[in-house]
């Protein structure tokens, strides 16, 4: 997998630059942004290329390095250290998306591609792991999400579907859907739960999916909620308490805000020093509820990190 995240970067490569100078959709300007700080900095030669980022409620920080499995632990006073290392297996896997239960144990999607070890995993608070969920290792997990009953929703970024995973590990495939399909490279991608309904990125579609559970007995119904040239590489996604969206396109390296109508503001760029922004979280503790965290990849300009901004606005709770 890493390899053909790789490639895929170099195949967008030669649109990159048109694309960075496309316009986000007219919309409010942003207001009350604070500035963009970089809360840590990471080592390419050591492959520590992060992707999934979580918060817990004491303002602990995950980071999982996609091409080794291991998840770091950022304390709030910035000690860090390998809580666990999970095995990506030898067939280009990786560790992707994270959440977080709500007593702050870790959830993580590992794409390993291995029948024995391809799923969900649970690390605990004391670094143990194991496997909740086997999921089809053809399939590429991504981002996960619960819901208020414990359910876990997990998108699948090679088969265009979400997975819905029990809390007793029993995992059905919940939705396949055309508007979550890859083009190129990935579909569906990170994904959130806003008033109700699912919201999932799609990397190549430069789209944001909404998703009708369909909680009354009928089946899920997707539907394109926005689309756009600002989403080329769409990735994380999370949402304030007045239901905007935060959403980071990694092959553009920009991060912008979507306001419930649909219109888009760019929020920053490359220059701000994204370099493909992958997953976002907004931090949990009281404090820390109006700063959003992303992780950059480091893909596109070899330059990993972590950063945050104050965007003004109280993050929404999770379930």
Known sequence: MFLRKTLSVIVVAVLTSALQQAPAQSGPSPSHLGKIV???????????????????????????FYPTGQILRITPNGTQSILATLDVGSKGGGL???????????????????????????????????????LDPTGFPNGLVFDDRGNLFVTDSYLGAIWKVS?????????????????????????????????????????????????????????????????????????????????????INILVRVTPEGDIATLATANDGLDFPADTYFGQKHGQRKFLFWTNGGYNFTLPSLQKMDVGILGARLP
């Open 38 to 64: 970089t809360v840590a900095t990471f080592d390419p030669t050591q492959s520590q290329l992060p992707e999934g980022v979580a918060l817990d409620d004491e303002g602990n920080i995950y980071v999982g």
């Open 96 to 134: 992707v998306g994270f959440a977080l239960d709500e007593e702050d144990n870790l959830y993580v999607c590992l794409a390993s591609f291995d029948p024995a070890t391809h799923g969900i995993w649970k690390v605990d608070h004391n670094g143990t792991t194991r496997q909740i969920a086997k």
């Open 167 to 251: 809390k007793s590990g029993e995992a059905i495939l919940w939705l396949k859907d055309p508007l979550l399909d890859p083009i190129f490279a990935y579909g569906a991608n990170n994904i959130e739960i806003d008033r109700g309904d699912l919201f999932v990125t799609n990397t190549d579609q430069s789209s944001i999916v909404r998703v009708k559970p369909g909680d009354d007995g009928s089946s899920p119904h997707a539907e394109i909620f926005v689309q756009s040239p600002a989403l080329f590489g769409a990735d994380g996604i999370s949402f304030d308490v007045q239901h905007n969206a935060y959403v980071t396109s990694d092959y």
